[in-house]
C-alpha cells in the first residue's frame, strides 16, 4: 500500500466512529446462518488471531446463540466450531 495512501486510512479508521457511526444491518435467519459458519470457518484458520479475530468470535457466538434454538440446530451449530476432526473446544465453554 503506498504511504500516503497508508496515512490517511489511518487518520480516517480512527475517526469511523465519528463519520458513520454504528453499522446495523438486517438479516434473515438464513443468511445469519450462513454468517455463523463463514466467521467459524475463518476463525479456524491459525494464523486469525489479534482483535479481529475476537470480535468475529463474540458475533459469531451471538449468532448461534440466537439461531440454535432447538436440539438439532445446536448441534450443528457446535460442530461449525471443530472442523476437520479438530477437538479443540468450543468458544462456549469459555462463554459462560
Known amino acids: 500500500m503506498p504511504p500516503d495512501l497508508f496515512e490517511a486510512f489511518a487518520r480516517d479508521f480512527r475517526i469511523l466512529d465519528d463519520l458513520v457511526g454504528p453499522v446495523e444491518f438486517k438479516l434473515g435467519p438464513v443468511e445469519a446462518w450462513q454468517l455463523m459458519g463463514l466467521l467459524q470457518l475463518a476463525l479456524a484458520h491459525p494464523a486469525n488471531t489479534g ?4 470480535t468475529g468470535r463474540k458475533l459469531a457466538l451471538q449468532l448461534q446463540a440466537h439461531l440454535a434454538v432447538t436440539p438439532a440446530l445446536q448441534a450443528v451449530a457446535e460442530r461449525g466450531w471443530h472442523r ?5 473446544p468450543s468458544p462456549l465453554d469459555d462463554a459462560a
Not at 482483535?51 to 475476537?54: F, G, I
Not at 476437520?84 to 479443540?88: F, V
Open 84 to 88: 476437520a476432526g479438530k477437538d479443540a
Open 51 to 54: 482483535a479481529a479475530a475476537e
